[in-house]
């Protein structure tokens, strides 16, 4: 009985340790390569949208289409952005879980006795590709907002392959400091910090093995599950030291003040992902956005939930300013990242693939998720609004962003409930 205490509170232990990481992009600039990276970026809010405002009129179909009121701030890139409109997650049961399953297309009864449950999230895909290279496998990014901004169960909009949580930076001075902060501790420190993990981790290894013969068949798969954190830990650890006399990319932006919430927190964040992308610090990013705060920051006294269940006044109102500012924060993020130059030319926006919508369609609508998509690197045909069959599964759609970025259709042969690829998405 000692033998398994000591297990389980190793385990808590483990699952505790810092989010993974890599080798970075600096090492193709030193060989004279200057392709540019792709990227992938998926930006999600709770709550919705104004259903009469924001969606395009579904009988204006391909590229010939007028923005709504609720997208107008972007009429500037509307050549540059896709909506799609049909998609939803077959399994969502739960109108205010926000990202819980956004990603996913998970089935939360899949395990038989279990009430919850997940699997890996589409960005967590493309991390396992495009996270080899850098400082960062992937970047989290959260809000502390999270009931009153329609978000459920989970960290952030992450789920690793066992599809449990990963947590996620709730501010913007936190996320600065991951992204740009040097260590103080002396590198010899450090290795010997690295050095005690790995001994740890040694030990705890061979006690959990010690408790293997005669377990039932539910302890045996959670004993493989505990294994397989162990060799995520490992891989860490390798990345870790990696990445230990590497300094971290010199920052292009000033550290961000702290206290920032709402509007204000939205656009620095934004800013910290262009800079993440700049430096190469990561190539994939999600953000879980703040919808309460917003609401706050812009003087609305309608509270998040009544204002999602709206009717025509004050609450419609409110939803519909959300959405302006909403489209105003994205198009201001379209700018920087058709702003910001690669080492070829071309600008960040080029190789890009940015999706940005919410899990459900207002009130507890959860058929045509909003989806809107943008930029150059996944192949997808932009300036377009397509209406899809009513129930297309939504993982169809992160399908064809995944292997329009370059993911063998072969190992990645599907996600979550997806039947196919979108073909009427695909340039």
């Given at each position: 009985?000692?033998?398994?205490?000591?297990?389980?509170?190793?385990?808590?232990?483990?699952?505790?340790?810092?989010?993974?990481?890599?080798?970075?992009?600096?090492?193709?600039?030193?060989?004279?390569?200057?392709?540019?990276?792709k990227r992938l970026v998926f930006l999600g809010f709770g709550w919705g949208v104004t259903n009469e405002t924001w969606f395009p009129d579904v009988k204006q179909t391909g590229?010939?289409?007028?923005?709504?009121?609720?997208?107008?701030?972007?009429?500037?890139?509307?050549?540059?952005?896709?909506?799609?409109?049909?998609?939803?997650?077959?399994?969502?049961?739960?109108?205010?879980?926000?990202?819980?399953?956004?990603?996913?297309?998970?089935?939360?009864?899949?395990?038989?006795?279990?009430?919850?449950?997940?699997?890996?999230?589409?960005?967590?895909?493309?991390?396992?590709?495009?996270?080899?290279?850098?400082?960062?496998?992937?970047?989290?990014?959260?809000?502390?907002?999270?009931?009153?901004?329609?978000?459920?169960?989970?960290?952030?909009?992450?789920?690793?392959?066992?599809?449990?949580?990963?947590?996620?930076?709730?501010?913007?001075?936190?996320?600065?400091?991951?992204?740009?902060?040097?260590?103080?501790?002396?590198?010899?420190?450090?290795?010997?910090?690295?050095?005690?993990?790995?001994?740890?981790?040694?030990?705890?290894?061979?006690?959990?093995?010690?408790?293997?013969?005669?377990?039932?068949?539910?302890?045996?798969?959670?004993?493989?599950?505990?294994?397989?954190?162990?060799?995520?830990?490992?891989?860490?650890?390798?990345?870790?030291?990696?990445?230990?006399?590497?300094?971290?990319?010199?920052?292009?932006?000033?550290?961000?003040?702290?206290?920032?919430?709402?509007?204000?927190?939205?656009?620095?964040?934004?800013?910290?992902?262009?800079?993440?992308?700049?430096?190469?610090?990561?190539?994939?990013?999600?953000?879980?956005?703040?919808?309460?705060?917003?609401?706050?920051?812009?003087?609305?006294?309608?509270?998040?939930?009544?204002?999602?269940h709206y009717s025509p006044g004050d609450r419609m109102a409110a939803s519909q300013k959300r959405d302006a500012i909403q489209s105003e924060l994205l198009a201001g993020l379209?700018?920087?990242?058709?702003?910001?130059?690669?080492?070829?030319?071309?600008?960040?926006?080029?190789?890009?693939?940015l999706a940005y919508g919410s899990n459900i369609r207002t009130i507890h609508y959860l058929d045509n998720c909003p989806t809107l998509l943008t930029g150059g690197a996944a192949?997808?045909?932009?300036?377009?609004?397509?209406?899809?069959?009513?129930?297309?599964?939504?993982?169809?759609?992160?399908?064809?962003?995944?292997?329009?970025?370059?993911?063998?259709?072969?190992?990645?042969?599907?996600?979550?409930?997806?039947?196919?690829?979108?073909?009427?998405?695909?340039?």
């Open positions: 009985m000692k033998t398994r205490r000591h297990f389980l509170r190793s385990t808590g232990t483990l699952i505790a340790l810092p989010a993974l990481e890599s080798i970075g992009f600096r090492r193709f600039s030193q060989a004279g390569v200057v392709t540019p990276p590229a010939t289409w007028n923005l709504p009121e609720g997208l107008a701030p972007l009429a500037r890139h509307q050549k540059d952005i896709t909506v799609v409109q049909g998609c939803s997650n077959k399994f969502a049961n739960e109108a205010h879980w926000g990202s819980t399953f956004w990603l996913t297309g998970a089935n939360r009864y899949s395990q038989p006795g279990q009430s919850f449950a997940n699997s890996i999230s589409a960005d967590q895909v493309a991390a396992a590709h495009f996270g080899r290279d850098t400082r960062y496998t992937s970047i989290q990014l959260n809000t502390p907002d999270v009931q009153n901004s329609g978000h459920g169960p989970g960290l952030s909009m992450a789920w690793d392959m066992r599809g449990k949580p990963m947590a996620g930076l709730e501010n913007p001075v936190a996320a600065f400091h991951r992204l740009f902060s040097n260590e103080t501790t002396s590198l010899e420190e450090r290795q010997a910090m690295l050095a005690q993990k790995r001994s740890v981790l040694d030990a705890v290894l061979e006690d959990a093995k010690r408790v293997q013969n005669g377990l039932t068949k539910t302890d045996t798969d959670k004993l493989d599950e505990y294994f397989q954190s162990i060799r995520d830990i490992e891989t860490r650890l390798g990345k870790d030291e990696q990445w230990l006399n590497v300094p971290k990319g010199k920052p292009p932006i000033p550290e961000p003040d702290p206290g920032l919430a709402g509007r204000e927190e939205i656009q620095v964040m934004y800013d910290l992902i262009v800079a993440a992308l700049q430096t190469d610090s990561t190539r994939v990013l999600t953000y879980r956005q703040p919808v309460g705060t917003l609401l706050q920051s812009l003087g609305t006294k309608v509270a998040p939930h009544d204002m999602s379209i700018d920087k990242l058709k702003a910001a130059r690669e080492a070829d030319g071309t600008t960040l926006f080029d190789h890009i693939a192949k997808l045909k932009l300036g377009h609004h397509l209406v899809l069959p009513k129930d297309t599964p939504l993982c169809n759609v992160w399908l064809t962003m995944l292997h329009g970025l370059g993911l063998d259709p072969k190992q990645v042969e599907r996600h979550g409930d997806s039947t196919g690829v979108v073909k009427e998405l695909q340039a």
